[in-house]
């Protein structure tokens, strides 16, 4: 059996442990708000108009989790350690923000619009889940990996001492 360092597993699979919670649970949340509104389609005919593209962006979120949840496993594995492994997880946040995230708040306040300005549950759901990700993938995005750090040490931007 091998035995590996508490300290090294946490360093190196917690920041993708949440980032895969992050995006399953804003995945989860748009599933939920597509069935509340397929379910109420069927009650309020002027919801049905906003069932196809609420699919469209939900298949985009599903694949671009999986993508991601891909490359996070590949680059904890040991399998993407290479820039190109990096480098996809940040344009993975990235077209999730872009494609994903913005989207699903502009669908949310539309449809909220359609019914009247009225928030439900799921609605609040779904916006919750897809902001939490948004805000994590931007954090995500901007914290440096070790091997940044590590260049930055070796071409002197590391600073150590910021008074004048």
Same mark, same amino acid.
């Given at each position: 059996?091998?035995?590996?360092?508490?300290?090294?597993?946490?360093?190196?699979?917690?920041?993708?442990?949440?980032?895969?919670?992050?995006?399953?649970?804003?995945?989860?949340?748009?599933?939920?708000?597509?069935?509340?509104?397929?379910?109420?389609?069927?009650?309020?005919?002027?919801? &049905?108009?906003?069932?196809?593209?609420?699919?469209?962006?939900?298949? *985009?979120?599903?694949?671009?989790?999986?993508?991601?949840?891909?490359?996070?496993?590949?680059?904890?594995?040991?399998?993407?350690?290479?820039?190109?492994?990096?480098?996809?997880?940040?344009?993975?946040?990235?077209?999730?923000?872009?494609? &994903?995230?913005?989207?699903?708040?502009?669908?949310?306040?539309? *449809?909220?619009?359609?019914?009247?300005? &009225?928030?439900?549950?799921?609605? *609040?759901?779904?916006?919750?889940?897809?902001?939490?990700?948004?805000?994590?993938?931007?954090?995500?995005?901007?914290?440096?990996?070790?091997?940044?750090?590590?260049?930055?040490?070796?071409?002197?931007?590391?600073?150590?001492?910021?008074?004048?």
């Amino acid at each position: 059996m091998v035995k590996v360092p508490l300290k090294a597993f946490r360093k190196k699979w917690m920041p993708s442990i949440k980032t895969m919670v992050t995006s399953f649970a804003d995945v989860l949340g748009d599933w939920v708000y597509y069935g509340r509104i397929l379910a109420l389609s069927k009650e309020v005919a002027d919801l &049905e108009r906003f069932m196809a593209p609420l699919f469209v962006f939900n298949i *985009i979120s599903t694949l671009m989790g999986v993508l991601l949840v891909t490359s996070l496993v590949k680059k904890g594995l040991g399998k993407g350690e290479d820039s190109h492994c990096v480098k996809a997880v940040g344009w993975f946040l990235s077209l999730e923000i872009l494609l &994903e995230d913005i989207p699903q708040f502009v669908m949310t306040k539309i *449809i909220y619009d359609a019914r009247g300005g &009225e928030w439900t549950p799921t609605a *609040i759901f779904n916006v919750t889940t897809s902001a939490f990700n948004f805000v994590f993938n931007l954090l995500d995005l901007a914290t440096p990996d070790d091997d940044e750090e590590e260049n930055a040490a070796t071409e002197g931007q590391v600073y150590t001492n910021m008074e004048a």
